[in-house]
């Protein structure tokens, strides 16, 4: 069966420095999405993506946060000056023909941030 | 702003066991509901996915209901397996909140062989 495949599953950062999530969706999905979810807590949406634009961001995703599909299969979260706070495991997902189909999620990439 | 509760927090059962998983939510506008399973250190993988005009779908053992007037899900597992056991989150789609997913906190089951 098609997965949603993230790398790296850990990463190790400096507080201050620039951080950037790998995300392959599956192949003829249209819809992508970052989740979030720190230790002990609910899984957060993050940002939803779709024909090449943030089609919704939640009040998390501030300026210091930004995607990108830089091929036709990539898809990147990318963090520019990490904080404490944004230590947690941030999962990838995707969907295929319509939102309304379910959203399937990788294994995730578990951030610390030092 | 929608509020999605999953009890209980935990549970843990004899193996063979059928089991029941609840799921509410506040605002009952929503376009559909998901569950997914956690391992842990894991991803969620998804299980099943409830449209807002249906009431039920069943998948192998696991099946889903869906009360929208009422805002509940269930998830009813039968005959249980110490493979069963995980975190057990449910998801709802809003009509008004495009296509994000609102999780709960999720219910951890533990299967006893």
């Given at each position: ?91 990838c997902a995707s969907?295929s023909w319509g ?16 | ?20 998983l609840n799921c ?90």
């Open positions: 069966e098609p997965e949603v495949t993230q790398t790296p599953s850990h990463q190790v950062t400096q507080m201050g420095q620039e951080v950037i999530l790998r995300c392959v969706p599956i192949s003829n999905h249209l819809y992508f999405y970052w989740y979030r979810q720190i230790l002990g807590q609910k899984v957060e949406f993050l940002v939803s993506f779709y024909n090449n634009e943030i089609s919704e961001k939640s009040e998390i995703f501030d300026d210091q946060f930004s995607v990108e599909r830089p091929d036709g299969s990539n898809f990147t979260l990318k963090i520019r000056s990490t904080k404490l706070e944004d230590s947690a495991m941030y999962f969907t939102p309304n189909q379910p959203q399937h999620f990788g294994d995730g990439t578990r951030l610390s941030i030092l | 702003k929608q509020e999605v509760t999953q009890i209980p927090a935990a549970l843990s059962v004899p193996e063979g066991e059928n089991l029941v509410s939510f506040t605002d009952s506008a929503i376009y559909n509901l998901q569950w997914f399973r956690q391992d842990p250190g894991k991803g969620l993988t998804s299980l099943l996915l409830i449209q807002s005009s249906q009431r039920e779908q069943t998948s192998g053992r696991l099946n889903a209901s869906l009360d929208k007037s009422s805002g509940r899900s269930t998830l009813y597992i039968a005959a249980s397996q110490p493979g069963d056991s995980a975190t057990y989150l449910c998801a709802v789609r809003l009509e008004t909140s495009g296509s994000r997913l609102t999780f709960g906190e999720g219910t951890q089951l533990t299967v006893n062989p």
